[in-house]
């Protein structure tokens, strides 16, 4: 054996260190978090679980902007969805579907294994709710048998940020009675949202995107006037009645508390709090701002497309972006393999490898975004895909003119 150092090139990567999941969800988990959790099993009976439970409430409605009131489900943002469609629906209702990606498709199928009539309105990938189209539909619905709209605030899969408080607007001047229910999973905490002053009447978010937490734990927050639409699909375990206004600890829960997740939870909310909620969303939307200044620069020789062309209807949290099939997975191959960094696939989108997303949602930093865009920036470079000059620079240039004040 020679003490010669051999490099095998097939090992030759510079992918040692912390590795970055920027992809929409589950999202960067903070140190604070994970220490929160890092416990023995605390006592359910009684003591600091008991207290620390009752605090989140107050908490979380915060950061939805309501007053109202808010269930915890232990299960994903699916589990979510389908909670808060029980409490409202019964069966044979017609719930209308507003979809502008695969998340409000996917909402509505929750609806119709429930037994209730899906009408949808499907704008396509690529565009917002048109509420005029809206508009139409209910002013059509004479007989009103549209118990609820149904709305994605974010859509994950195509990053497109709809106009709740327009749809609310439209919703109104028809008269229509229908509920207004949102799925907030993406935006929470990333894009403003404002339950009451919009008039949303359910909203239901997840906790691994926006609030920071090992994925496990889910809320619907809901208004007086959702509680009043009791529908025949509730079951006892779905029910919010009794999660709201438990009368003993274990019915939070309907049995055992997600007790780590609760620490999680409650110190994420604690992060969020002590940042303020306004700069919170003004830091998700400054580095929102830095992604697309950069992905204009590597579209100007028609490489790469950012896939909402109105920057009004772009996320915050998440970013799609568009090039030649099968050129996104080759990327995205390549930032996982060589650089540590897992980017979002083409999710629901044909071909799926011509789509990749950037999730920059929750615990993100300005210098975790450059290393984001930089490194996508090498990739291109590596795999010799076509890309305009210039989109570190614009990228900087974002950041170093922050002045950060909430948008
Ligand atoms: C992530 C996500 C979901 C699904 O949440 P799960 O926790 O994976 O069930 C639903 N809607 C939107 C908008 C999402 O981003």
Redesign the pocket.
């Known amino acids: 054996m020679s003490d010669q150092i051999v490099y095998e090139s097939s090992l030759m990567s510079l992918s040692q260190g912390r590795p970055y999941l920027a992809i929409?969800?589950p999202s960067v988990m903070p140190d604070q978090v994970l220490q929160a959790m890092h416990r023995a099993s605390p006592n359910i009976y009684e003591g600091e679980l008991h207290d620390l439970t009752h605090a989140l409430i107050p908490d979380l409605k915060a950061v939805a902007r309501t007053v109202h009131q808010v269930a915890i489900y232990i299960g994903?943002?699916?589990?979510a969805?389908e909670a808060a469609l029980t409490n409202v629906l019964s069966p044979g209702d017609t719930v209308l579907v507003l979809a502008t990606g695969q998340?409000c498709i996917?909402?509505g199928a929750v609806a119709e294994g429930l037994g209730c009539t899906v009408q949808t309105i499907d704008y396509g990938p690529q565009s917002p709710i048109d509420l005029t189209q809206v508009q139409a539909a209910l002013a059509a619905d004479q007989d009103g048998r549209i118990k609820a709209v149904l709305a994605?605030?974010?859509?994950?899969s195509t990053s497109v940020k709809n106009d709740i408080a327009g749809l609310r607007h439209v919703m109104d001047k028809t008269g229509h009675p229908a509920l207004l229910m949102v799925?907030?999973?993406?935006?929470l905490g990333c894009d403003r949202f404002e339950m009451d002053v919009w008039g949303v009447d359910v909203m239901v978010s997840?906790c691994?995107?926006g609030l920071m937490t090992p994925?496990g734990i889910?809320f619907v927050w809901y208004n007086d006037k959702a509680a009043a639409q009791r529908g025949a699909c509730v079951t006892r375990y779905w029910d919010w009645a009794p999660r709201t206004a438990p009368e003993f600890y274990y019915q939070y829960f309907n049995g055992t508390a997600p007790t780590h997740h609760l620490y999680g939870l409650h110190a994420a909310l604690g992060m969020i709090k002590a940042e303020g909620l306004d700069h919170v969303f003004a830091r998700h939307a400054r580095l929102a701002e830095a992604i697309w200044a950069a992905a204009e620069k590597w579209a100007c020789d028609g490489g790469l497309a950012l896939n909402i062309a109105d920057p009004a209807y772009r996320s915050h949290a998440v970013t799609s972006i568009a090039m030649t099939s099968p050129d996104a997975d080759r990327l995205r191959q390549w930032c996982e393999e060589t650089c540590g960094l897992t980017l979002g696939i083409g999710l629901g989108r044909d071909p799926a490898d011509a789509y990749f997303r950037i999730g920059h949602m929750g615990h993100v930093n300005a210098h975790m975004i450059m290393g984001v865009l930089g490194t996508i920036n090498a990739g291109l470079r590596a795999l010799d895909i076509p890309h305009g000059p210039g989109a570190l620079d614009a990228a900087s240039a974002v950041v170093a003119g922050a002045d950060v004040t909430p948008p």
């Open positions: 929409p969800g994903n943002g699916h589990a969805w998340f996917g909402w994605v605030h974010v859509d994950t799925d907030c999973i993406a935006s997840a691994q995107k994925a889910s």
